[in-house]
């Protein structure tokens, strides 16, 4: 990477970081660019360069807390993988965030009044059914998932349930509660697609 493009994904990362901030904090709609870049040291014209409007800074937020939800989930099925519990562990790192972090539960609202049905699936194909296709065929290896399952089909379907519980979750007054009105339901619905 060159000083240019180093210095530009600092650039980057600072919008996203302010970004991030201002609207987990202020709210996506109270947010103006100006106080964004403020934030983040830069100029206007560095944000427009990077960013075409304040809802690509969104998507790009909302991307990055993606990314780190995925390492983190990717980290517990490592360690489950080795000594077992690999489902619960995975569902259980995946509702973490939603669960506790409520700049995340401010974020994921804000996304779904602003972000279209196809942004949002824009971004589960990016992140979300990679991530479960992967513990899918890590299950699929440990033989604990039939192998006529199609894992194309099977990877979209949790990755809606998934999604549906995570935005029960953010909606919810008690997101612990909540998901563990979930979690049996969705423990029993993956454990079926066991081999018997």
Same mark, same amino acid.
């Given at each position: 990477?060159?000083?240019?493009?180093?210095?530009?994904?600092?650039?980057?990362?600072?919008?996203?970081?302010?970004?991030?901030?201002?609207?987990?904090?202020?709210?996506?709609?109270?947010? $103006? /660019?100006?106080?964004?870049?403020?934030?983040? !040291?830069?100029?206007?014209?560095?944000?427009?360069?990077?960013?075409?409007?304040?809802?690509?800074?969104?998507?790009?937020?909302?991307?990055?807390?993606?990314?780190?939800? @995925?390492?983190?989930?990717?980290? &517990? /099925?490592?360690? #489950?993988? @080795?000594?077992? =519990?690999?489902?619960?562990?995975?569902?259980?790192?995946?509702?973490?965030?939603?669960?506790?972090?409520?700049?995340?539960?401010?974020?994921?609202?804000?996304?779904?009044?602003?972000? $279209?049905?196809?942004?949002?699936?824009?971004?589960?194909?990016?992140? !979300?059914?990679?991530?479960?296709?992967?513990?899918?065929?890590?299950?699929? !290896?440990? =033989?604990?998932?039939? #192998?006529?399952?199609?894992?194309? #089909?099977?990877?979209?379907?949790?990755?809606?349930?998934?999604? &549906?519980?995570?935005?029960?979750? &953010?909606?919810?007054?008690?997101?612990?509660?909540?998901? #563990?009105?979930?979690?049996?339901?969705?423990?029993?619905?993956?454990?079926?697609?066991? =081999?018997?």
């Amino acid at each position: 990477m060159t000083l240019r493009e180093e210095h530009a994904q600092q650039t980057r990362d600072a919008l996203i970081a302010a970004g991030t901030e201002r609207f987990a904090t202020d709210g996506y709609a109270s947010t $103006s /660019v100006a106080r964004i870049v403020e934030d983040a !040291r830069v100029s206007k014209g560095a944000f427009y360069h990077h960013f075409p409007d304040k809802k690509a800074l969104l998507k790009a937020v909302v991307s990055a807390a993606c990314e780190r939800s @995925e390492v983190m989930i990717r980290q &517990t /099925v490592e360690s #489950a993988s @080795e000594s077992g =519990g690999l489902v619960a562990s995975a569902l259980d790192a995946a509702m973490e965030a939603v669960q506790n972090d409520e700049d995340y539960r401010k974020l994921r609202q804000q996304a779904s009044g602003v972000l $279209s049905e196809q942004e949002r699936r824009e971004l589960d194909d990016r992140h !979300r059914l990679p991530l479960v296709s992967s513990i899918l065929d890590e299950l699929r !290896r440990q =033989g604990e998932l039939r #192998a006529e399952l199609d894992t194309q #089909a099977t990877t979209a379907l949790v990755v809606a349930l998934l999604e &549906t519980t995570k935005e029960e979750l &953010t909606a919810s007054d008690d997101p612990t509660a909540r998901y #563990a009105q979930f979690r049996p339901v969705l423990l029993r619905f993956i454990r079926s697609l066991a =081999g018997d």
